[in-house]
């Protein structure tokens, strides 16, 4: 199994161009958003399952950060709540955009997805998003 560090600097290779850094800043937590909000939508105990398959995930890699992650999950679950009516349908349009940015930022990098060479990158550039966000304000993972 890789070490969170080793899991961030296979990730953070085909991130480096600062565009690419800041399209994923954004469209990360966007999908991530928009996939809790669909299956929400759909079956909200899908997503919870997804929900405890990706803390367990994260937990093996740091505490704090699976602390920080499990806390905005909440903060989406609580927004699909605000706007369950219409949830699904906003999730859909917002997950389709943000897979546009993403490609768009790896075409700016001139590197392909991480998660075409490992699926489990798809869990990791959420908490790659949140790890950014420890290091500037000095908070230790």
Not at 53 to 64: K, V
Request: hydrophobic share 60%.
């Amino acid at each position: 199994m890789r070490t969170l560090e080793q899991w961030f600097e296979a990730y953070g290779s085909s991130h480096r161009n600062a565009v690419n850094k800041a399209i994923h800043w954004v469209c990360v937590p966007v999908i991530v958003f928009s996939i809790l909000g669909m299956l929400w939508a759909w079956q909200p105990w899908l997503a919870m399952a997804l929900i405890a398959i990706s803390l367990m995930f994260y937990i093996r890699l740091s505490l704090r950060l699976t602390l920080a992650m499990g806390g905005l999950l909440a903060v989406c679950i609580g927004v699909g709540y605000v706007i369950e009516p219409v949830l699904f349908l906003i999730c859909s349009v917002l997950f389709v955009l943000a897979w546009i940015g993403q490609f768009i930022g790896h075409h700016i990098e001139g590197k392909k997805p991480s998660f075409f060479e490992d699926i489990q990158f798809l869990l990791i550039g959420p908490l790659w998003v949140i790890a950014f966000l420890f290091r500037k304000f000095g908070i230790k993972y």
